[in-house]
């Protein structure tokens, strides 16, 4: 069984900065791509950012590229997002997951992730 949990999320002002993290535990974290989804009020799931199990490929979604960043440490078995130049339009509802097949690069198709944590609350005003 694989575990996620997510942290960080908050109310920010438009323009400021919140860093996302994502804890794994219960599989070999750094055989597996992870990724950054989002779900908004009356909307469905959408792709933000998704990093390869080894770190060296990243993919973003058009409306977050050049204000967000992707990492993981995969001694700490945690994936980040950095989440700068924040918008209203950003506000949702962040989920981390962690894709179903070992050793891919990244994918951005919610359907090849299979464990997604809690999620956190990104809301930011006005």
């Known amino acids: 069984q694989v575990q996620l949990i997510e942290s960080g999320g908050g109310l920010v002002q438009a323009g400021a900065s919140l860093r996302l993290s994502c804890a794994g535990s219960?599989?070999?974290?750094?055989?597996?791509?992870m990724g950054w989804f989002r779900q908004a009020p009356g909307k469905e799931r959408e792709f933000v950012a998704a990093?390869?199990?080894?770190?060296?490929?990243?993919s973003y979604a058009n409306s977050v590229k050049a204000r967000f960043t992707i990492s993981r440490d995969n001694a700490k078995k945690t994936v980040y997002l950095q989440m700068n130049s924040l918008k209203p339009e950003d506000t949702a509802v962040y989920y981390c997951?962690?894709?179903?097949?070992?050793?891919?690069?990244?994918?951005?198709?919610?359907?090849?992730?299979?464990?997604w944590g809690q999620g956190t609350q990104v809301t930011v005003s006005s």
């Open positions: 997951a962690a894709d179903r097949r070992a050793f891919r690069e990244v994918t951005t198709i919610v359907d090849e992730y299979d464990y």
């Open positions: 990093i390869s199990w080894s770190g060296g490929s990243t």
């Open positions: 219960g599989r070999t974290f750094s055989a597996y791509a």
